[in-house]
């Protein structure tokens, strides 16, 4: 007997269990389009654009020559990030993986952009959504598989600096934005990682100090809102 099955490159592969012989080949199983899950105009004023659960691929489109063409990329980017030196922050699911790189130099998966940290030792495994202020870097991550709790991640990109969780007991960060006040704004959603129970309360907006990571103030903008993005 042999067990045959599809990667999501759109390879197929076929198992031995009685040899343990394992091999992978092309097959004639027609590809389908990938499904766009983020979108982002770098420095470079190209678009950049994240699959959802894909095989390793971006897509990035120049709106001067309306050419789309397809690059290496994680399997899932979740959100992109411009900082003030013009490089883009990319952050990838699952181990919540950042990476970094110059737009407008020759792309090369795993050197340029190239892997910066992971979140996976804070039990954080998606970057939804990202801002800067100049100086530092929030990341709003949803926690791991079967785990409540997301994060705020507060860094100056010289190492993964410094992640409070459970800003609102049980529930992840799901959107931040820095004001012109200087301070953090986030928002949360009920739900955690995938197979995890939801929070038993209302999604929030908070008031946050980016340099502390403490949470000044709180409201709840819409009773039973499952999330504040």
């Known amino acids: 007997e042999t067990l045959l099955g599809l990667n999501r490159d759109g390879t197929s592969w076929a198992f031995e269990p ?8 092309e ?17 470079d004023d190209r678009v950049y654009m994240g699959t959802y659960n894909g095989p390793g691929t971006l897509g990035r489109f120049d709106p001067a020559t309306q050419e ?12 992109f990030l411009t ?15 950042v990476h970094r790189g110059d737009p407008a130099a020759d792309w090369d998966y795993g050197t340029n952009p190239s892997e910066q940290f992971r979140l996976i030792d804070e039990q954080q495994d998606r ?23 997301g994060g705020l991640t507060l860094t100056d990109m010289s190492d993964r600096g410094v992640t409070h ?19 953090l704004y986030a928002g949360t959603s009920i739900q955690g990682g995938l197979s995890s129970e939801n929070s038993p309360l209302d999604a929030h907006l908070l008031v946050v100090d980016p ?6 103030d709180s409201v709840v903008p819409v009773e039973g809102n499952p999330v504040v993005a």
């Open 83 to 97: 900082l003030q030196d013009d490089d883009l922050v990319m952050g990838s699911y699952g181990n919540a993986v």
């Open 165 to 183: 969780r459970d800003l609102v007991e049980a529930q992840s960060t799901a959107s931040v934005a820095f004001g012109d006040d200087g301070l």
């Open 211 to 216: 340099q502390t990571g403490d949470v000044l």
């Open 27 to 43: 097959n004639q199983v027609p590809g389908s389009a990938l499904r766009a899950h983020s979108l982002h105009v770098a420095s």
């Open 18 to 25: 009685a040899t343990g012989e394992q091999t992978v080949f």
């Open 127 to 149: 970057i939804v959504d990202q801002d800067t202020d100049g100086e530092l870097v929030a990341m709003a991550t949803v926690a791991d598989y079967g785990v409540r709790g």
């Open 68 to 79: 789309m063409e397809q690059i290496e990329g994680p399997s899932q980017a979740d959100s």
